[in-house]
């Protein structure tokens, strides 16, 4: 009885989960000018909209740069933090450990009001500057914990093993180290672009003219539209992110320290 | 000459607490050394100072002749093995025992051909292409092994290299790892906690104590002579009682067992004792006998438990001077709980410390 009971509680669940993508996703191909449902007709008008729309082409290519070059720079930068963190226990390592989560307890949109604050204060930045280091900032703490994880499931004394084989400190770290992390930084890095893939709050205050992020400008194309474009997108969006996921699991098993 | 001298090693974590003091051990070539103690009692501290992983406060190491005191652990000439195995995940059981000589820059024909034997030695030719995570617990240890000893190390270290493996794996293990370093001839310190496992193993046995040497010597005189309460303990002598000196001599020395004199073998590192003297007397379970409290002039005594061992019976025994443990043969004469019984002493394998 009770498997029954979850089994029911679990597809009531999963239809409120998946229930509005689902929606989306029929009425990105419905040929009504206004997004409605149940959709009427069959169109691909709406996805070929969203690549004649130089608004979205253009606000994709900044998020995509955006994602790879923070991504990658807050993995280089997270790297000897957690192996600091995992290898070595120092005075304050606990709270160094607090410190690096700290961006994600704190709620998005006080750190893009305080990021704007304080480029503000830095003077005249380029935008593309301030979204990148806005973006890296977010992404380090996670860069951190989740390269960590897959360190501390690597049995510290495999470098004692190397050196005593005859390898120095840091060829054991590149032999012997590195290749064991392979997943975590994979994992890291996926997790990584998502979240500045789809990040809203702080890229909405460090926006400015003709810098704009995906989801900024379909938040703003909203504001004006209320085409099924808009669906035609997000079903492009979540095809984008499952296949990059399922690649990401394929190729490395990244799952296990997400 | 020594084919390995630890001279005088001292190594603190802390100030004025020394996880190793003026300790000092010399290793014959292709001898097997036990390092055997309870947790910090400064073995694996010992083992790796010798591998280089800790820079003493004082003393030296010399292998063959070379001071290795301040040489970096990398270029130290030494296996290794864990008691976590850390085999290397992501490389096969060849790659892995291959590393140190790949490390040394051996030719490639060279590096198969004694990875192939090295593999031969330990039984494992055919896993080669697996992973670690594909092997068993044993065939694991057996992996690390291969990879310690294919680089003919001068010295082998294993730090506690059974810990992880079944009961009677553990007995399998330690037969081959004995067999093969007498094969190699290879000089070896072996850390363990487990007196039975030390003295199987060893050559020779160093019983140590919170960072210093209590007694050094082979398994049977350590056994059979421990100088030190805490030698006899630690070796499983089931029990102990406080006795006064009644007189004593170059070889034996008499006590008061409850109204029984008794002579013993003892061993002081205070000099002879004189009468009235606090010696503390050790013997096995299987030292003493119990015959029926009619029929004998022993030490008498009520049984308060027994215990079935197949083929041994363990009572349980008070007497005026404490309660001891004792085997009997299960065959014989058997005794209930309350049963008046009387002890009597073999004391010829009894044991008197005064400290």
């Known amino acids: 009885m009770v498997s029954r009971w979850m089994y029911v509680s679990l597809v009531i669940l999963y239809s409120f989960l998946l229930g509005p993508f689902v929606i989306i996703f029929m009425a990105s191909f419905g040929a009504n000018a206004n997004l409605a449902f149940p959709p009427q007709g069959f169109t691909l008008d709406w996805f070929a909209n969203v690549f004649e729309t130089s608004q ?7 998020s995509l740069q955006l994602g790879l070059s923070s991504t990658i720079v807050s993995l280089v930068m997270g790297m000897p933090v957690a192996y600091a963190l995992v290898r070595f226990q120092f005075s304050g390592s606990g709270m160094v450990e607090t410190v690096f989560s700290a961006p994600i307890l704190v709620p998005g949109l006080v750190m893009g009001f305080a990021m704007l604050n304080f480029f503000v204060l830095l003077g005249d930045m380029h935008v593309m500057t301030t979204l990148f280091i806005g973006h890296t900032a977010i992404l380090f ?59 809203v709050p702080v890229s909405l205050f460090l926006s400015g003219p003709g810098v704009t992020t995906l989801p900024v400008s379909m938040l703003s194309y909203l504001e004006y539209y209320f085409d099924p474009t808009i669906a035609a997108l997000s079903t492009l969006l979540v095809i984008f992110t499952v296949v990059l996921v399922q690649t990401a699991e394929r190729l490395l098993g990244v799952s296990q320290f997400v | 000459m020594p084919h390995l001298e630890i001279d005088d090693l001292t190594v603190s974590y802390e100030k004025d607490k020394p996880a190793l003091a003026r300790f000092s051990l010399d290793v014959g ?29 004082a003393g030296r190491i010399v292998i063959d002749g070379r001071d290795y005191t301040r040489l970096p652990p990398n270029q130290r000439d030494i296996g290794l093995v864990f008691q976590s195995y850390a085999l290397f995940p992501h490389l096969t059981v060849f790659n892995n025992v291959a590393f140190g000589l790949r490390m040394r820059r051996a030719p ?47 010295v082998l270290l294993l730090d506690e290299p059974l810990s992880n493996l079944d009961a009677r794996l553990r007995v399998d293990m330690r037969q081959e790892i004995r067999r093969l370093q007498q094969q190699l001839g290879i000089t070896t310190l072996y850390v363990t906690h487990d007196q039975v496992e030390a003295m199987s193993i060893s050559d020779r046995v160093v019983v140590m104590n919170e960072g210093k040497i209590e007694q050094i010597g082979a398994p049977e005189s350590i056994f059979a002579a421990p100088e030190t309460v805490f030698v006899a303990d630690f070796m499983g002598f089931d029990n102990h009682f406080s006795a006064a000196v009644e007189s004593a001599q170059a070889d034996k020395l008499t006590v008061n067992w409850g109204g029984v004199p008794i002579e013993l073998h003892w061993h002081s590192k205070v000099g002879a004792p004189h009468r009235g003297a606090r010696a503390e007397v050790f013997f096995r379970a299987d ?4 015959s029926a409290a009619a029929d004998a002039k022993g030490l008498s005594g009520q049984v308060i ?15 005026e001077v404490g309660e001891f443990g004792i085997l009997q043969d299960s065959a014989g004469q058997r005794f209930e709980n309350g049963a008046e019984v009387s002890v009597q002493a073999q004391t010829q394998k009894w044991i008197a410390i005064i400290e």
């Open chain 1, 56 to 62: 979205f082409v253009d606000s994709f290519w900044i």
């Open chain 1, 141 to 199: 703490p996670y860069s951190v914990r989740v390269i960590s994880a897959s360190l501390r499931n690597l049995d510290p004394y495999v470098e004692d093993a190397a050196v005593s084989l005859g390898a120095n400190r840091l060829r054991g770290f590149l032999l012997v180290v590195l290749p064991n992390m392979q997943a975590g930084i994979a994992a890291a890095f996926v997790l990584g672009f998502i979240t500045s893939f789809n990040n």
């Open chain 2, 29 to 57: 070539q292709g001898e097997l050394v036990s390092l055997l103690g309870p947790s910090g009692c400064g073995k694996t501290t010992t083992l790796r100072s010798v591998a280089g992983f800790i820079q003493p406060d």
């Open chain 2, 108 to 154: 490639r024909k060279v590096v198969h051909a004694r990875v192939t034997y090295a593999l031969r030695m330990v039984g494992l030719e055919a896993f080669a292409d697996r992973r670690p995570a594909q092997l068993s617990g044993g065939q694991q240890q057996r992996v690390a092994l291969a990879r310690a000893t294919v680089i003919e190390p001068q």
């Open chain 2, 287 to 290: 030292n003493a006998s119990l």
């Open chain 2, 305 to 319: 438990l027994h215990t079935f061992h197949g083929n041994e019976v363990r009572y349980l025994v008070e007497t």
